[in-house]
C-alpha cells in the first residue's frame, strides 16, 4: 500500500512570532494545498498563536513541541495538549531525543504523553533513535525496540496506526552527518517489521516511518525513495521556506 509522504518542520527553539509568521507565510506561498504529502510544522509554543492563522486552510498542519502527561494543573512552564488542541494544533512531537537527552524524559514519559496527546484529540510523532555510541556498541536494534516497545505498550492496533514514528538517530541531528540511505532504510524495515510482529499488517503497512537528522533539499529524495522511509522530520533545513519546500519536492519525487 503507497502510503503518502510525511514532511515536518522540527522548529526547535527558534523563530519567535515575527520570524515565525514570516516562514509560514513562505510556506503558505509555496506548498499550500498539496494533495501528494502530508505537512506539518512544530514551532515553538510561543510562536504558535503567529502560525497558526497563516497556514489555516493551507493543508499545513501546525503541532507542539512538547506535551505534558497532565492536562492541566501546578506544572509549571510545560504545555498541555488540551491547550494546544483549543489553539488548532494537530499533532504532538513525543520524546525528541533533545527533550530525553537535556530535559529528562524516559520510554514511561513517552508513553503516557502518547495518552495524553490522544486524549486531547493530537496525533502523536514519537521520536526515537540511538546515540552514536550505542551504534558503535552495536546496540542499534536493542535501542530502538525498547523505545519502540515502551512507547507502543499496551496500544491497540487502531490507535497503533495513528502514531507517526520519527527514526532519528542521535549523531545525525544537527551534525551534518546525515544517515546514508541504506543505514536509515536498514533500521527503517526493523521498525516496520516490529510493528508487523506485534500488529495486525494493516499497522505496519499504514503507519509512516519518518527520517530525521540533516535532512536537506540535496539529500531528501536519495532517503526518501527507500521503501521504508515515508518522510523527513527535519530540523535547521525547515526554518527556511525554499529549503523545507526543496525537500518536499524530493520526497514526492
Ligand atoms: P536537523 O535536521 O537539524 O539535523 O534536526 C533533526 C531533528 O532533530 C528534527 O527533529
Not at 527558534?14 to 504529502?37: E, Q, T, Y
Not at 530502538?144 to 502514531?163: H, K, N, P, W
Not at 527520517?211 to 518522510?231: F, H, Q, R, T, W
Request: aromatic share 6%.
Amino acid at each position: 500500500m503507497a502510503r503518502v509522504p510525511f514532511i515536518a518542520g522540527n522548529w526547535k527553539l527558534n523563530h519567535g512570532p515575527k520570524a515565525a509568521a514570516a516562514l509560514a507565510m513562505g510556506l503558505r506561498d509555496s506548498l499550500a494545498n498539496r494533495g501528494d504529502a502530508t505537512l506539518a510544522v512544530f514551532p515553538t509554543a510561543l510562536s504558535i498563536p503567529a502560525v497558526l492563522p497563516i497556514l489555516e486552510g493551507t493543508g499545513i498542519h501546525v503541532g507542539v513541541q512538547e506535551i505534558n502527561a497532565s492536562q492541566h494543573g501546578a506544572f509549571t512552564g510545560t504545555n498541555s495538549a488540551e491547550m494546544a488542541r483549543e489553539l488548532g494544533c494537530t499533532y504532538a512531537l513525543i520524546g525528541h531525543s533533545e527533550r530525553r537527552q537535556l530535559f529528562g524524559e524516559t520510554d514511561a514519559d513517552v508513553r503516557v504523553k502518547i495518552d495524553a496527546a490522544r486524549e486531547a484529540g493530537l496525533l502523536p510523532m514519537v521520536c526515537i533513535g540511538e546515540t552514536l555510541q550505542e551504534r558503535e556498541a552495536g546496540r542499534v536494534e536493542e535501542v530502538v525496540f525498547r523505545q519502540l516497545s515502551a512507547a507502543f505498550e499496551g496500544i491497540e492496533a487502531d490507535v497503533a496506526a495513528t502514531i507517526t514514528i520519527a527514526y532519528e538517530p542521535v549523531w545525525a541531528i544537527g551534525t551534518g552527518v546525515t544517515a546514508t540511505p541504506a543505514q536509515a532504510q536498514e533500521v527503517h524495515a526493523k521498525l516496520r517489521g516490529w510493528l508487523a510482529t506485534h500488529y495486525p499488517a494493516f499497522v505496519a503497512e499504514q503507519t509512516r516511518i519518518l527520517y530525521g537528522g540533516s535532512v536537506k533539499p540535496d539529500n531528501a529524495a536519495e532517503l526518501m525513495s527507500c521503501p521504508d522511509i515515508d518522510g523527513a522530520l527535519v530540523g535547521g533545513a525547515s526554518l527556511k521556506a525554499a529549503d523545507f519546500a526543496g525537500i518536499v519536492a524530493g520526497a514526492v519525487a
